[in-house]
Protein backbone atom coordinates (compact mmCIF):
# COMPACT_ATOMS: atom_id res chain seq x y z
CA UNK A 1 0.00 0.00 0.00
CA UNK A 2 1.08 3.48 -0.91
CA UNK A 3 1.60 5.99 1.92
CA UNK A 4 -0.52 8.81 2.38
CA UNK A 5 2.48 11.40 0.54
CA UNK A 6 2.53 9.39 -2.48
CA UNK A 7 -0.69 8.77 -3.05
CA UNK A 8 -1.42 12.62 -2.54
CA UNK A 9 1.27 12.83 -4.76
CA UNK A 10 -0.33 10.83 -7.72
CA UNK A 11 -3.26 13.09 -6.99
CA UNK A 12 -1.91 16.02 -7.45
CA UNK A 13 0.15 15.16 -10.76
CA UNK A 14 -3.16 14.04 -12.51
CA UNK A 15 -5.02 16.94 -11.53
CA UNK A 16 -1.87 19.49 -12.76
CA UNK A 17 -1.91 17.30 -15.77
CA UNK A 18 -5.53 17.94 -16.32
CA UNK A 19 -5.25 21.68 -15.30
CA UNK A 20 -2.29 22.57 -17.89
CA UNK A 21 -4.50 20.88 -20.92
CA UNK A 22 -7.78 22.86 -20.54
CA UNK A 23 -5.37 26.08 -19.48
CA UNK A 24 -6.89 28.83 -21.48
CA UNK A 25 -10.28 27.09 -22.05
CA UNK A 26 -11.85 26.44 -19.00
CA UNK A 27 -11.87 28.84 -16.34
CA UNK A 28 -9.76 27.25 -13.09
CA UNK A 29 -12.75 27.08 -10.62
CA UNK A 30 -14.97 26.05 -13.32
CA UNK A 31 -12.55 22.99 -13.70
CA UNK A 32 -13.35 21.61 -10.51
CA UNK A 33 -16.18 20.08 -11.54
CA UNK A 34 -14.21 17.97 -14.32
CA UNK A 35 -12.04 16.72 -12.19
CA UNK A 36 -14.27 15.54 -9.51
CA UNK A 37 -17.02 14.67 -11.45
CA UNK A 38 -14.79 12.11 -13.58
CA UNK A 39 -13.00 10.91 -10.27
CA UNK A 40 -16.13 10.12 -9.50
CA UNK A 41 -16.73 8.23 -12.58
CA UNK A 42 -13.43 6.19 -12.76
CA UNK A 43 -13.77 5.21 -8.44
CA UNK A 44 -17.48 4.12 -9.13
CA UNK A 45 -16.65 2.19 -12.05
CA UNK A 46 -14.28 0.34 -10.42
CA UNK A 47 -15.98 -0.38 -7.43
CA UNK A 48 -18.76 -1.97 -8.60
CA UNK A 49 -16.83 -3.91 -10.95
CA UNK A 50 -14.87 -5.06 -7.88
CA UNK A 51 -17.76 -5.89 -6.21
CA UNK A 52 -19.24 -8.24 -9.47
CA UNK A 53 -16.07 -9.36 -9.61
CA UNK A 54 -15.62 -10.61 -5.92
CA UNK A 55 -19.42 -12.44 -5.95
CA UNK A 56 -18.30 -14.23 -9.19
CA UNK A 57 -14.96 -15.02 -7.52
CA UNK A 58 -16.51 -16.81 -4.24
CA UNK A 59 -18.99 -18.49 -6.52
CA UNK A 60 -16.22 -20.39 -7.83
CA UNK A 61 -15.82 -17.94 -11.43
CA UNK A 62 -12.21 -16.49 -10.99
CA UNK A 63 -11.39 -15.29 -13.96
CA UNK A 64 -14.10 -13.10 -14.26
CA UNK A 65 -14.17 -9.21 -15.17
CA UNK A 66 -17.03 -7.37 -15.05
CA UNK A 67 -15.67 -5.04 -17.64
CA UNK A 68 -15.56 -7.31 -19.96
CA UNK A 69 -18.98 -8.77 -19.70
CA UNK A 70 -22.06 -8.12 -22.39
CA UNK A 71 -24.61 -5.52 -21.59
CA UNK A 72 -27.45 -7.73 -22.05
CA UNK A 73 -25.72 -10.39 -20.09
CA UNK A 74 -25.33 -7.98 -16.92
CA UNK A 75 -29.26 -6.44 -17.32
CA UNK A 76 -30.27 -9.60 -15.39
CA UNK A 77 -28.04 -8.36 -12.29
CA UNK A 78 -29.85 -4.93 -12.23
CA UNK A 79 -32.33 -5.31 -9.80
CA UNK A 80 -29.54 -7.38 -7.41
CA UNK A 81 -27.08 -4.47 -7.72
CA UNK A 82 -29.58 -1.54 -7.43
CA UNK A 83 -30.51 -3.28 -4.18
CA UNK A 84 -27.11 -4.07 -2.56
CA UNK A 85 -24.79 -1.47 -3.85
CA UNK A 86 -27.93 1.32 -4.45
CA UNK A 87 -26.84 2.18 -8.61
CA UNK A 88 -26.12 -0.32 -11.92
CA UNK A 89 -23.81 0.68 -14.52
CA UNK A 90 -23.68 -1.10 -17.87
CA UNK A 91 -20.30 -2.20 -18.40
CA UNK A 92 -20.18 -0.02 -21.55
CA UNK A 93 -20.61 2.31 -19.70
CA UNK A 94 -17.96 1.94 -17.44
CA UNK A 95 -15.12 4.80 -17.34
CA UNK A 96 -12.23 2.25 -18.01
CA UNK A 97 -14.28 0.84 -21.32
CA UNK A 98 -15.47 4.83 -22.28
CA UNK A 99 -11.87 5.86 -22.15
CA UNK A 100 -10.52 2.84 -23.76
CA UNK A 101 -12.36 3.97 -26.59
CA UNK A 102 -12.31 7.91 -26.19
CA UNK A 103 -9.72 8.87 -28.43
CA UNK A 104 -11.76 7.15 -31.34
CA UNK A 105 -15.33 8.02 -30.02
CA UNK A 106 -16.86 11.22 -32.32
CA UNK A 107 -19.55 10.87 -30.09
CA UNK A 108 -17.72 10.86 -26.66
CA UNK A 109 -19.85 13.79 -25.34
CA UNK A 110 -23.10 11.89 -26.09
CA UNK A 111 -21.63 8.60 -24.73
CA UNK A 112 -20.40 10.43 -20.99
CA UNK A 113 -23.80 12.08 -20.87
CA UNK A 114 -25.80 8.89 -21.72
CA UNK A 115 -23.34 7.36 -18.54
CA UNK A 116 -23.95 10.06 -16.14
CA UNK A 117 -28.05 9.83 -16.82
CA UNK A 118 -27.82 6.52 -16.86
CA UNK A 119 -26.35 5.97 -13.63
CA UNK A 120 -28.59 8.47 -12.23
CA UNK A 121 -31.62 7.27 -13.32
CA UNK A 122 -30.53 2.98 -12.48
CA UNK A 123 -31.74 4.25 -9.00
CA UNK A 124 -35.36 6.02 -9.92
CA UNK A 125 -37.94 4.50 -7.65
CA UNK A 126 -35.48 2.74 -5.63
CA UNK A 127 -34.42 3.25 -2.10
CA UNK A 128 -31.09 4.78 -3.31
CA UNK A 129 -32.78 7.48 -5.41
CA UNK A 130 -32.03 10.21 -2.85
CA UNK A 131 -28.82 8.95 -2.75
CA UNK A 132 -28.21 9.44 -6.43
CA UNK A 133 -29.83 12.19 -7.76
CA UNK A 134 -27.42 15.03 -8.98
CA UNK A 135 -23.89 13.64 -8.62
CA UNK A 136 -22.87 14.40 -11.87
CA UNK A 137 -25.39 17.29 -12.59
CA UNK A 138 -22.25 19.69 -12.30
CA UNK A 139 -20.58 18.06 -15.09
CA UNK A 140 -21.55 19.96 -18.36
CA UNK A 141 -20.23 17.40 -21.09
CA UNK A 142 -21.03 20.23 -24.02
CA UNK A 143 -20.27 23.01 -22.51
CA UNK A 144 -18.67 25.81 -24.42
CA UNK A 145 -15.91 26.04 -22.25
CA UNK A 146 -14.42 23.49 -23.14
CA UNK A 147 -14.05 24.19 -26.47
CA UNK A 148 -16.07 25.73 -29.05
CA UNK A 149 -16.61 22.56 -31.63
CA UNK A 150 -17.71 19.10 -30.84
CA UNK A 151 -14.36 17.22 -31.69
CA UNK A 152 -12.28 20.51 -29.42
CA UNK A 153 -14.70 19.29 -26.45
CA UNK A 154 -14.11 15.74 -27.09
CA UNK A 155 -10.73 16.30 -27.20
CA UNK A 156 -10.04 17.57 -24.17
CA UNK A 157 -12.42 15.22 -22.66
CA UNK A 158 -10.81 12.80 -23.35
CA UNK A 159 -7.30 13.95 -21.87
CA UNK A 160 -9.28 14.10 -18.83
CA UNK A 161 -10.23 10.76 -19.18
CA UNK A 162 -6.75 9.45 -19.18
CA UNK A 163 -5.36 11.83 -16.63
CA UNK A 164 -7.62 10.35 -14.34
CA UNK A 165 -7.62 7.52 -15.54
CA UNK A 166 -3.32 7.12 -15.24
CA UNK A 167 -4.00 8.13 -11.35
CA UNK A 168 -2.16 4.64 -9.65
CA UNK A 169 -3.25 4.79 -5.78
CA UNK A 170 -2.03 1.11 -5.25
CA UNK A 171 -4.88 -0.24 -4.24
CA UNK A 172 -8.71 0.15 -3.71
CA UNK A 173 -10.31 3.18 -3.27
CA UNK A 174 -11.88 2.24 -0.14
CA UNK A 175 -8.53 1.23 1.47
CA UNK A 176 -6.72 4.60 0.11
CA UNK A 177 -4.76 6.34 3.79
CA UNK A 178 -6.41 9.83 1.95
CA UNK A 179 -9.56 11.41 1.80
CA UNK A 180 -9.17 11.33 -2.20
CA UNK A 181 -12.20 13.85 -2.64
CA UNK A 182 -11.43 16.43 -0.07
CA UNK A 183 -7.78 16.54 -0.84
CA UNK A 184 -8.12 17.49 -4.51
CA UNK A 185 -10.91 19.87 -3.43
CA UNK A 186 -8.39 21.05 -1.09
CA UNK A 187 -5.54 20.97 -3.99
CA UNK A 188 -8.44 22.84 -6.27
CA UNK A 189 -8.34 25.57 -3.90
CA UNK A 190 -4.72 26.22 -3.62
CA UNK A 191 -4.48 26.44 -7.44
CA UNK A 192 -7.23 28.86 -7.76
CA UNK A 193 -7.67 30.29 -4.52
CA UNK A 194 -8.82 33.70 -5.82
CA UNK A 195 -12.33 33.02 -6.62
CA UNK A 196 -12.83 29.88 -4.57
CA UNK A 197 -15.20 29.16 -1.88
CA UNK A 198 -12.49 29.58 1.23
CA UNK A 199 -14.30 32.46 2.27
CA UNK A 200 -17.13 30.23 2.96
CA UNK A 201 -14.96 27.83 5.31
CA UNK A 202 -14.38 25.51 2.86
CA UNK A 203 -11.34 23.65 4.64
CA UNK A 204 -11.18 20.01 4.67
CA UNK A 205 -9.94 18.27 8.18
CA UNK A 206 -6.48 16.87 7.56
CA UNK A 207 -6.87 12.67 8.21
CA UNK A 208 -4.94 12.85 10.85
CA UNK A 209 -6.58 15.12 12.65
CA UNK A 210 -9.93 13.17 12.28
CA UNK A 211 -8.25 10.46 13.30
CA UNK A 212 -8.04 12.15 16.84
CA UNK A 213 -11.32 13.23 17.26
CA UNK A 214 -12.47 9.78 15.69
CA UNK A 215 -10.88 8.55 18.46
CA UNK A 216 -11.79 10.62 21.13
CA UNK A 217 -15.51 9.97 20.41
CA UNK A 218 -15.00 6.16 20.43
CA UNK A 219 -12.72 5.81 23.30
CA UNK A 220 -13.91 3.50 25.98
CA UNK A 221 -16.76 2.07 23.56
CA UNK A 222 -17.37 -0.75 21.08
CA UNK A 223 -20.45 0.31 19.38
CA UNK A 224 -23.21 3.57 19.06
CA UNK A 225 -26.29 3.93 17.34
CA UNK A 226 -25.17 6.71 15.22
CA UNK A 227 -22.72 9.19 14.56
CA UNK A 228 -23.34 12.40 13.22
CA UNK A 229 -21.63 15.59 11.66
CA UNK A 230 -23.79 19.04 10.90
CA UNK A 231 -21.34 20.42 8.62
CA UNK A 232 -19.76 16.84 6.82
CA UNK A 233 -17.97 18.73 3.78
CA UNK A 234 -16.54 15.47 2.22
CA UNK A 235 -17.40 12.92 5.00
CA UNK A 236 -14.26 12.57 5.93
CA UNK A 237 -14.95 12.62 9.40
CA UNK A 238 -17.70 10.04 9.10
CA UNK A 239 -15.83 7.91 7.27
CA UNK A 240 -13.06 8.26 9.59
CA UNK A 241 -15.19 6.77 12.39
CA UNK A 242 -16.06 4.00 10.37
CA UNK A 243 -13.15 3.12 10.04
CA UNK A 244 -11.78 3.08 13.37
CA UNK A 245 -14.95 2.06 15.22
CA UNK A 246 -15.92 -0.50 12.31
CA UNK A 247 -18.52 0.77 10.35
CA UNK A 248 -20.60 -2.42 11.57
CA UNK A 249 -20.64 -1.21 15.11
CA UNK A 250 -22.23 2.22 13.92
CA UNK A 251 -25.81 0.22 14.69
CA UNK A 252 -28.36 3.02 12.56
CA UNK A 253 -26.08 4.60 10.56
CA UNK A 254 -24.48 7.57 9.68
CA UNK A 255 -25.57 11.07 9.61
CA UNK A 256 -24.53 14.39 8.20
CA UNK A 257 -26.17 17.82 6.50
CA UNK A 258 -23.59 19.88 4.79
CA UNK A 259 -24.57 23.32 3.19
CA UNK A 260 -22.44 24.01 0.23
CA UNK A 261 -23.43 21.59 -2.52
CA UNK A 262 -20.01 20.26 -3.82
CA UNK A 263 -18.76 19.28 -0.95
CA UNK A 264 -22.27 17.83 -0.40
CA UNK A 265 -22.13 15.59 -3.32
CA UNK A 266 -18.72 14.64 -2.22
CA UNK A 267 -19.90 13.46 0.55
CA UNK A 268 -22.62 11.30 -1.25
CA UNK A 269 -19.80 10.20 -3.25
CA UNK A 270 -17.22 9.46 -0.44
CA UNK A 271 -20.02 7.23 1.43
CA UNK A 272 -20.95 4.74 -1.80
CA UNK A 273 -16.89 4.40 -2.54
CA UNK A 274 -16.39 3.16 1.17
CA UNK A 275 -18.85 0.91 0.87
CA UNK A 276 -21.16 2.41 3.19
CA UNK A 277 -24.49 1.20 1.97
CA UNK A 278 -27.33 3.67 1.33
CA UNK A 279 -29.34 2.16 3.91
CA UNK A 280 -26.88 3.29 6.33
CA UNK A 281 -26.12 7.02 5.53
CA UNK A 282 -28.37 9.81 5.24
CA UNK A 283 -26.71 13.07 4.36
CA UNK A 284 -28.70 15.82 3.39
CA UNK A 285 -28.03 19.29 1.50
CA UNK A 286 -28.49 22.69 3.48
CA UNK A 287 -28.26 25.02 6.30
CA UNK A 288 -27.78 22.99 9.44
CA UNK A 289 -28.40 26.39 11.88
CA UNK A 290 -31.68 27.10 10.27
CA UNK A 291 -32.89 24.17 8.07
CA UNK A 292 -31.50 20.99 9.96
CA UNK A 293 -32.91 17.53 8.34
CA UNK A 294 -32.13 15.00 11.35
CA UNK A 295 -34.85 15.95 13.84
CA UNK A 296 -36.35 13.04 14.17
CA UNK A 297 -32.99 10.75 14.17
CA UNK A 298 -31.66 12.76 17.01
CA UNK A 299 -29.95 12.02 19.92
CA UNK A 300 -26.88 10.72 18.81
CA UNK A 301 -23.95 8.72 20.96
CA UNK A 302 -21.01 10.54 18.09
CA UNK A 303 -20.56 13.86 17.07
CA UNK A 304 -17.59 14.29 15.11
CA UNK A 305 -17.15 17.83 13.40
CA UNK A 306 -14.81 20.60 12.14
CA UNK A 307 -17.68 23.34 11.62
CA UNK A 308 -16.67 26.59 9.20
CA UNK A 309 -14.58 28.85 11.57
CA UNK A 310 -16.37 32.19 12.55
CA UNK A 311 -18.56 32.69 9.84
CA UNK A 312 -21.73 34.66 9.57
CA UNK A 313 -25.23 33.73 10.69
CA UNK A 314 -28.72 35.03 10.51
CA UNK A 315 -28.37 35.02 14.68
CA UNK A 316 -30.71 37.65 16.40
CA UNK A 317 -32.27 38.91 13.50
CA UNK A 318 -34.53 36.21 13.31
CA UNK A 319 -36.04 36.65 16.56
CA UNK A 320 -37.75 32.91 16.32
CA UNK A 321 -34.14 31.66 17.19
CA UNK A 322 -34.20 32.49 20.98
CA UNK A 323 -36.55 29.88 20.99
CA UNK A 324 -34.98 27.33 19.41
CA UNK A 325 -35.15 24.53 22.09
CA UNK A 326 -31.37 24.01 20.56
CA UNK A 327 -30.51 27.78 21.79
CA UNK A 328 -32.65 28.82 23.92
CA UNK A 329 -30.79 26.87 27.48
CA UNK A 330 -28.30 29.21 26.93
CA UNK A 331 -30.37 32.10 26.76
CA UNK A 332 -27.98 34.00 24.43
CA UNK A 333 -27.63 33.47 20.84
CA UNK A 334 -23.65 33.31 19.20
CA UNK A 335 -22.99 36.85 17.80
CA UNK A 336 -24.42 36.99 14.27
CA UNK A 337 -20.86 37.68 13.30
CA UNK A 338 -19.51 34.40 14.43
CA UNK A 339 -21.70 30.98 14.49
CA UNK A 340 -19.02 28.76 16.20
CA UNK A 341 -20.86 28.62 19.41
CA UNK A 342 -24.21 28.16 17.45
CA UNK A 343 -22.82 24.91 16.24
CA UNK A 344 -21.45 24.01 19.24
CA UNK A 345 -25.06 24.26 20.76
CA UNK A 346 -27.46 22.50 17.86
CA UNK A 347 -24.43 19.69 18.71
CA UNK A 348 -25.10 19.56 22.41
CA UNK A 349 -28.64 19.52 21.55
CA UNK A 350 -28.12 16.34 19.65
CA UNK A 351 -25.98 14.60 21.43
CA UNK A 352 -27.52 11.49 23.48
CA UNK A 353 -26.93 11.16 27.56
CA UNK A 354 -24.42 9.08 27.36
CA UNK A 355 -23.05 9.78 24.12
CA UNK A 356 -19.39 12.43 23.16
CA UNK A 357 -19.17 15.08 21.08
CA UNK A 358 -15.32 16.14 19.66
CA UNK A 359 -16.12 20.17 17.57
CA UNK A 360 -12.89 21.36 15.99
CA UNK A 361 -12.94 24.96 17.07
CA UNK A 362 -11.60 28.32 16.37
CA UNK A 363 -9.66 29.72 19.52
CA UNK A 364 -11.58 32.86 19.56
CA UNK A 365 -14.90 31.26 20.77
CA UNK A 366 -12.54 30.00 24.31
CA UNK A 367 -12.03 33.58 25.44
CA UNK A 368 -14.00 36.07 23.58
CA UNK A 369 -16.36 38.33 25.53
CA UNK A 370 -20.34 39.01 25.57
CA UNK A 371 -23.19 37.06 24.32
CA UNK A 372 -19.95 33.78 23.31
CA UNK A 373 -18.98 34.13 26.98
CA UNK A 374 -22.86 33.83 28.26
CA UNK A 375 -22.68 30.55 26.23
CA UNK A 376 -19.61 29.26 27.76
CA UNK A 377 -21.01 30.09 31.06
CA UNK A 378 -24.21 27.70 30.47
CA UNK A 379 -21.50 25.12 29.31
CA UNK A 380 -19.72 25.12 32.12
CA UNK A 381 -22.21 25.94 35.24
CA UNK A 382 -24.11 22.61 33.62
CA UNK A 383 -20.70 20.70 33.44
CA UNK A 384 -20.73 20.40 29.64
CA UNK A 385 -17.50 20.68 28.34
CA UNK A 386 -15.62 17.34 29.40
CA UNK A 387 -12.14 18.37 27.71
CA UNK A 388 -10.27 21.40 25.63
CA UNK A 389 -7.12 20.30 23.65
CA UNK A 390 -4.75 23.05 22.05
CA UNK A 391 -3.75 21.68 18.40
CA UNK A 392 -0.86 22.69 16.99
CA UNK A 393 -0.58 26.00 14.55
CA UNK A 394 -0.75 25.29 10.87
CA UNK A 395 -2.63 21.91 10.71
CA UNK A 396 -5.51 23.27 8.15
CA UNK A 397 -5.20 24.24 4.59
CA UNK A 398 -6.18 28.24 4.51
CA UNK A 399 -5.68 28.60 8.40
CA UNK A 400 -2.34 29.09 9.72
CA UNK A 401 -3.73 29.77 13.38
CA UNK A 402 -3.46 27.05 16.36
CA UNK A 403 -7.14 25.35 16.70
CA UNK A 404 -8.19 23.62 19.16
CA UNK A 405 -11.32 20.62 19.96
CA UNK A 406 -13.79 20.91 22.61
CA UNK A 407 -15.11 17.66 23.85
CA UNK A 408 -18.42 17.63 25.19
CA UNK A 409 -20.82 14.96 27.12
CA UNK A 410 -24.07 14.93 29.02
CA UNK A 411 -22.79 13.08 31.77
CA UNK A 412 -19.56 13.22 33.78
CA UNK A 413 -18.63 12.11 36.87
CA UNK A 414 -16.85 14.84 38.46
CA UNK A 415 -17.32 18.96 38.19
CA UNK A 416 -14.01 19.81 36.54
CA UNK A 417 -12.42 20.27 32.57
CA UNK A 418 -9.37 18.79 31.47
CA UNK A 419 -6.86 20.97 29.61
CA UNK A 420 -4.56 19.82 27.50
CA UNK A 421 -1.67 21.74 25.77
CA UNK A 422 -0.59 19.64 22.46
CA UNK A 423 0.45 22.81 20.82
CA UNK A 424 3.92 21.10 20.62
CA UNK A 425 2.93 17.85 19.06
CA UNK A 426 3.65 18.06 15.76
CA UNK A 427 6.22 17.17 12.83
CA UNK A 428 6.70 18.65 9.84
CA UNK A 429 5.05 18.32 6.05
CA UNK A 430 5.95 19.75 3.13
CA UNK A 431 4.45 24.14 4.16
CA UNK A 432 2.34 22.43 6.66
CA UNK A 433 2.51 20.82 10.07
CA UNK A 434 1.24 17.21 10.59
CA UNK A 435 -0.39 15.01 13.73
CA UNK A 436 2.32 12.36 13.88
CA UNK A 437 0.53 9.11 14.85
CA UNK A 438 2.87 9.27 17.89
CA UNK A 439 1.59 12.83 18.57
CA UNK A 440 -1.98 11.14 18.41
CA UNK A 441 -1.45 8.37 20.56
CA UNK A 442 -0.23 10.92 23.36
CA UNK A 443 -3.05 13.26 23.13
CA UNK A 444 -5.73 9.88 23.83
CA UNK A 445 -3.35 8.52 26.05
CA UNK A 446 -3.89 11.75 28.30
CA UNK A 447 -7.43 12.00 27.65
CA UNK A 448 -7.72 8.44 28.76
CA UNK A 449 -6.32 9.04 31.82
CA UNK A 450 -7.63 12.43 32.54
CA UNK A 451 -4.75 13.68 35.14
CA UNK A 452 -2.52 15.98 35.50
CA UNK A 453 0.49 16.13 33.92
CA UNK A 454 3.46 19.09 34.28
CA UNK A 455 3.55 21.25 30.90
CA UNK A 456 0.93 19.16 29.22
CA UNK A 457 -2.48 18.95 30.87
CA UNK A 458 -4.58 20.63 33.97
CA UNK A 459 -7.21 19.53 35.00
CA UNK A 460 -9.54 22.16 36.91
CA UNK A 461 -12.21 22.69 38.85
CA UNK A 462 -15.33 24.06 37.14
CA UNK A 463 -15.66 26.54 40.22
CA UNK A 464 -11.95 28.10 38.93
CA UNK A 465 -13.09 28.03 35.68
CA UNK A 466 -15.93 30.43 36.25
CA UNK A 467 -13.84 32.59 38.96
CA UNK A 468 -11.58 32.85 35.98
CA UNK A 469 -14.43 34.56 33.44
CA UNK A 470 -15.58 31.21 31.88
CA UNK A 471 -12.35 31.56 30.27
CA UNK A 472 -11.46 28.40 28.98
CA UNK A 473 -8.03 29.01 26.86
CA UNK A 474 -5.60 25.84 27.87
CA UNK A 475 -2.81 28.34 28.31
CA UNK A 476 -4.90 29.89 31.24
CA UNK A 477 -4.30 26.55 32.78
CA UNK A 478 -1.40 24.51 31.63
CA UNK A 479 1.86 26.38 32.61
CA UNK A 480 4.22 26.35 28.85
CA UNK A 481 7.55 24.97 29.83
CA UNK A 482 10.42 27.49 29.43
CA UNK A 483 12.47 25.95 27.17
CA UNK A 484 15.31 28.92 27.10
CA UNK A 485 18.61 27.66 28.45
CA UNK A 486 18.84 28.29 32.83
CA UNK A 487 21.84 30.63 33.58
CA UNK A 488 23.71 29.57 36.67
CA UNK A 489 24.44 33.22 38.03
CA UNK A 490 27.24 32.40 40.38
CA UNK A 491 28.84 30.66 37.69
CA UNK A 492 28.19 33.30 35.04
CA UNK A 493 29.92 35.66 37.89
CA UNK A 494 32.69 33.43 38.38
CA UNK A 495 33.19 33.49 34.50
CA UNK A 496 33.00 37.63 34.50
CA UNK A 497 35.51 37.43 37.45
CA UNK A 498 37.85 35.11 35.40
CA UNK A 499 37.40 37.35 32.32
CA UNK A 500 38.04 40.72 34.20
CA UNK A 501 41.52 39.07 36.06
CA UNK A 502 42.85 38.13 32.47
CA UNK A 503 42.11 41.15 30.77
CA UNK A 504 43.79 43.01 33.62
CA UNK A 505 46.65 40.29 33.18
CA UNK A 506 47.21 41.44 29.62
CA UNK A 507 46.88 45.35 30.11
CA UNK A 508 49.71 44.86 32.75
CA UNK A 509 51.54 42.64 30.42
CA UNK A 510 51.13 45.65 27.27
CA UNK A 511 52.27 47.88 29.68
CA UNK A 512 55.06 46.18 30.51
CA UNK A 513 56.20 45.99 27.25
CA UNK A 514 55.58 49.68 26.14
CA UNK A 515 57.57 51.08 29.23
CA UNK A 516 60.46 48.54 27.34
CA UNK A 517 59.96 50.06 24.11
CA UNK A 518 59.77 53.74 25.30
CA UNK A 519 63.48 53.13 27.35
CA UNK A 520 64.82 51.40 24.34
CA UNK A 521 64.21 54.74 21.83
CA UNK A 522 65.82 57.25 24.93
Not at 466 to 476: D, F, M, Q, R
Not at 495 to 510: K, S
Request: contains cysteine; glycine residues 6%; aromatic residues 10%.
Amino acid sequence: MATSIQQKQELFKAIWATAEDLRNSVDGWDFKSYVLGILFYRFISENITNYVNRLQADAGVTDFDYAEFADADAEAARAQLVHEKGFFILPSQLFGNVRKHAKDDPNLNITLDNAFKAIEASAIGTESEDDLKGLFADIDVNSNKLGGTVDKRNEQLAKILNNIGNIDLKGEYSENQIDIFGDAYEYLMTMYASNAGKSGGEFFTPQEVSELLARIVTHGREYVNKVYDPACGSGSLLLKFAKILGKNNVKKGFFGQEKNITTYNLCRINMFLHDINYSDFDIRNGDTLLEPYHWNDEPFDAIVSNPPYSTKWVGSDNPTLINDPRFAPAGVLAPKSKSDLAFTMHMLAWLSTAGTAAIVEFPGVLYRGGAEQKIRKYLIDNNYVDTVIQLPANLFFGVSIATCIIVLKKSKFENKTLFIDASQLFVHEGNKNKLSPENIDAIVAEYAEHKQVKHFSALVDNKVVAENGYNLSVSSYVEAEDTRPKTDIRELNERIRRIVAHENELRADIDAIIAELEAETL
